[in-house]
């Protein structure tokens, strides 16, 4: 099957029938839905750009098990080649959306439990890979979008999961039947689960031998029977509701979102499981998940980084300050603050590693810098984006105020800036900046930058054990010429 246009997508996506609750409501029609629609047209666009021949070689590939040219969000990674696209088609959805287009997520899932299934295999002589293969090229024959599902609500993190209060905390296995099992629980900040045809679950943090019930990986379709998500509210969310506004909101067509998804006793058949009670694996899977998510964020959030230094110059340029040396200097920082989270995603990807599956791996350490990193500079762009952008970002009369026949002349001259800019400009530049620093798209940019694939001690628990710290002291012992 030829891969699915923006439309083809969109279509698919009204034959789902998920429980999404917003504002305590049971959304009937999610696709049309105002607040839900912008993150919808995110994913959209992996499918828009993969049509473009312009971006062909970026945003799509062969793939390895069937031949066939398949949207490169779908991929095994081969080769450091493909890690790097994986890195540069991020960097160009985070361009053309300015938030953050979910449905990376699912193929760091893919990537990850690909390899971790092959090597329980070896060691149990189960067939895990095999059916992972097999779900594969279901998803590429499809081009589907599937939500990579790991962070458990976790309850006391002091007691691991089989130690807590509440066993339902963790997902885990409630009966095992001959044909499946059933699991129950529940996975927090699912990004774009509800615009996903298929969730693919798996274990939070490694798991000792009292753990069995907890470590487990599977999929299934986002709309099977016993699963509801409620959708998360995002800073100013409630703009998108309001009649003829679109100034206000900032980032009009664009948006990302997450939900909390429970699992109600659902039932898992077992050629969908990749992971049963193997506990020994949940830990290689978390970090290889980890890993390439965390590498997926020197791309995705230095596309959206793009957007907000282009705001940040028209805003300085309306504002007719561009020419000033700290402007320029602020801007400069910016850049070279966005370039090194760049550096990072194609430098984790040029040393990544073939697995033993055959899948390309990135370098662990390197991923790790690179989102700690993450956890830090879009901060400190922000920080530049608000300084240039001035007060009135957070002051400004609404839209309505602006179209009003009456108190709109006001607006339409005192907000005013340079001579040939309209006002109107200005309030649109203005907009987005703040929809990118405090709206609803600073989830992905900044919270999500700390948060999002492991708060930053994760990362630095990562790169202490990754960094051979007994080699770096034997270097120095041999240029000191300490003999021990
Ligand atoms: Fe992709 Fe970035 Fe969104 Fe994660 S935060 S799903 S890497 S766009
Ligand atoms: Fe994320």
């Known amino acids: ?26 959304i009937e029609n999610p696709v049309d839905h105002p607040i839900i629609r912008p993150s919808l047209n995110s994913i959209a666009m992996t499918y828009k750009l993969a049509e473009n021949p312009e971006y062909e070689e970026i945003m799509t590939t062969k793939s390895h098990l069937t031949g066939n040219k398949i949207n490169r969000f779908c991929n095994i990674h081969q080769s450091t080649k493909d890690l790097i696209n994986k890195v540069k088609m991020q960097r160009l959805c985070g361009q053309k959306t300015a938030s953050c287009f979910q449905r990376c997520v699912g193929m760091d899932a893919f990537n990850a439990v690909y390899s971790t299934s092959f090597e329980t295999d070896l060691a149990y002589k189960t067939d895990y890979h095999e059916r992972f293969k097999k779900y594969m090229i279901y998803v590429q024959d499809n081009d589907l979008v599937v939500d990579g599902a790991m962070t458990d609500p976790k309850g006391d993190r002091s007691l691991a ?34 615009n996903s045809h298929e969730i693919l679950v798996m274990p939070t943090v490694s798991m000792g031998p009292d753990d069995k019930d907890f470590a487990i990986s599977f999929s299934v ?38 939900t909390l998804t429970i699992f109600n006793d659902v039932f898992v058949p077992n050629e969908r499981i990749f992971l049963n009670g193997e506990v020994e694996f949940a830990g ?32 300085a340029e309306y504002n007719g300050v561009s020419k000033a040396s700290h402007i320029k200097d602020k801007i400069i920082e910016m850049i070279h603050l966005n370039e090194t989270l760049y550096s990072c995603g194609i430098a984790c990807s040029s040393e990544g590693e073939k697995t033993k599956s055959g899948n390309y ?32 970002m957070v002051t400004m009369p609404s839209e309505k105020d602006f179209r009003d026949p009456n108190i709109g002349p006001y607006i339409e001259k005192y907000l005013k800036g340079v ?6 400009n200005r309030m649109r530049i203005l907009r987005l900046i703040e929809n990118m620093t405090l709206g609803s798209a600073a989830v992905g940019y900044r919270t999500e930058s ?35």
Do not use: W
């Open 1 to 26: 099957m030829p891969l699915k246009t923006r439309e083809e997508y969109i279509e698919s996506l009204r034959g789902l029938k998920q429980k999404v609750y917003l504002f305590g409501e049971l």
């Open 419 to 424: 001579g040939k800019v309209k006002t109107e």
């Open 284 to 315: 290689m899977l978390v970090e290889r998940f980890a890993g390439y998510h965390r590498q997926s964020y020197g791309g995705c959030k230095v596309g959206v980084g793009d957007v907000l230094i282009g705001a940040s110059a028209l805003a």
């Open 221 to 258: 379709p986002t709309d099977t029977e016993g699963i509801i998500s409620i959708y998360g509210r995002q800073s100013c969310d409630t703009r998108k509701l309001e009649k003829d506004i679109d100034i206000d909101v900032g980032n009009f067509n664009f948006g990302g979102h997450e």
């Open 450 to 484: 700390m948060h999002g694939a492991g708060s930053p001690q994760a990362q630095r628990i990562m790169i202490g054990r990754q960094s051979n710290l007994k080699e770096k002291k034997k270097l120095a012992m041999n240029i000191a010429r300490i003999e021990e």
């Open 361 to 392: 791996q990135i370098d662990l350490l390197l991923a790790n810098v690179c989102k700690q990193n993450i956890t830090r500079f879009p901060y400190e762009i922000s920080r530049l984006a608000e300084d240039i952008a001035g007060g009135i």
């Open 161 to 194: 999961p089989s130690k807590q209060e509440d066993l339902d905390l963790y997902l885990r296995v409630v009966e095992r039947r001959k044909d499946g099992v059933i699991v129950r629980g529940a996975k927090a900040h699912q990004t774009g689960m509800v």
